[in-house]
């Protein structure tokens, strides 16, 4: 045989020393768990806020945690409560918004988790924190920036931690193109590109307390650009309209570009849209000096199908709970070990505000048609962040 004299060595040596490579995340998480890392983590008693769109997800997470018992569930549309019940089990109890402050006085509660509409944030994340409890809130954490320094700063002061939910960093893919970005692998970057276009379109109710599309869509692709560059812009300049008419009969915009120039020469597109047909579209290129790298979109399974016609493949992932299963689980159990003490919260006050500055900024320039400068304080950069 030609290739006869490429044989090597058995595989059986060395078997022992072989292991998967560090992209395996799901493999890793099997030897955890069958090494008892796991199981070692601290319970942490929890209580979930709302249970709507994110709510529904981390419902699910705080139920299937080994790590966490979900005590209790604030919701006050009671036709949901049956079906919390059945989700949860009967030793969680299912409360009544107003009766969250008998609820906060348990102390074998130690983390509240809120997922309800944004207009509340901030009074609930106040009333947790001041009861003791830590607290992970969806983005953002508050409607102003004001309000979230208000927030931040409670949280300092009880000594309690504040987790704003940015989910797409916990995603495999996002985390493995920031790292190498991080690492240089790729050079200065020139060029990075992300697309969020919603799907299911959502309900004109929900987007009348979404806060807006910049608030409530922009602020993920924001906070991934400037965490996966490790900078923050100097101008950015947003293109915007609406495509719906009910959404433009709210003042929100469904079909935006914005562009980002950063200090270092590094420019930035960003593309979001309340609807696509086809299914959730979330795409990010980053585009270096040295390599390029892109994070195409999941599908529900690998397959092809070839026919005369052509091939096929299933659509791509409906909406964001099946799109960011596994960041929604990482995220919460990040979380868990932020309670535990063993690990340091991942996104401060000055990630938070940073974001919210910028999103600000994104639409301004929407409304009043032109690029809107950004300048910085040292005081406002985060660690490790360059302006």
Not at 39 to 68: D, E, P
Request: glycine share 6%; hydrophobic share 35%; with cysteine.
């Amino acid at each position: 045989m030609a290739t006869a004299g490429f044989k090597t060595e058995s595989p059986f040596v060395k078997r022992d020393e072989r292991t998967h490579d560090a992209s395996d995340l799901k493999y890793q998480k099997f030897l955890d768990t069958v090494s008892g890392a796991v199981s070692n983590k601290r319970t942490v008693v929890m209580a979930l806020f709302g249970v709507g769109r994110a709510g529904g997800i981390h419902l699910g997470n705080l139920v299937a945690h080994s790590s966490i018992k979900l005590k209790y569930v604030v919701e006050s549309d009671q036709k949901k409560w049956s079906q919390i019940q059945s989700v949860c089990g009967e030793a969680t109890k299912i409360y009544n918004a107003d009766q969250a402050k008998e609820m906060l006085s348990d102390p074998e509660l130690s983390a509240c988790v809120i997922c309800t509409p944004t207009f509340t944030h901030k009074d609930i994340i106040l009333q947790c924190l001041e009861a003791g409890k830590a607290v992970f809130s969806e983005k953002p954490i508050g409607e102003t920036p004001e309000d979230t320094k208000v927030c931040y700063m409670t949280a300092e002061k009880v000594g309690r931690p504040l987790f704003c939910g940015f989910q797409r960093r916990f995603d495999p893919t996002f985390s493995d193109i920031q790292s190498r970005v991080r690492k240089g692998d790729a050079g200065h970057i020139q060029i990075i590109k992300s697309i969020s276009r919603d799907s299911p379109l959502p309900s004109i109710e929900y987007l009348k307390i979404s806060g807006g599309i910049f608030h409530d869509c922009m602020v993920h692709d924001i906070d991934m650009q400037t965490w996966v560059l490790g900078e923050l812009p100097s101008q950015v300049h947003t293109m915007a309209n609406a495509q719906i008419p009910e959404i433009a009969e709210i003042d929100d915009y469904d079909n935006v570009v914005t562009t980002l120039k950063f200090p270092s020469g590094t420019l930035g597109i960003i593309n979001v849209n309340r609807f696509a047909a086809y299914g959730y579209d979330q795409r990010l290129e980053v585009f270096g000096m040295k390599a390029m790298y892109e994070a195409e979109n999941g599908r529900p399974n690998t397959a092809v199908y070839s026919t005369s016609s052509g091939a096929s493949t299933v659509p791509i992932y409906h909406s964001f709970p099946s799109r960011y299963e596994e960041s929604y689980a990482a995220e919460m159990d990040y979380f868990v070990d932020v309670v535990n003490g063993t690990k340091d919260l991942p996104i401060t006050y000055l990630h938070s505000s940073a974001v919210s500055k910028i999103a600000d900024a994104a639409e301004k320039s929407a409304r009043e048609g032109v690029p809107v400068d950004l300048t910085w304080e040292k005081s406002e950069v985060p660690e490790g962040y360059y302006c």
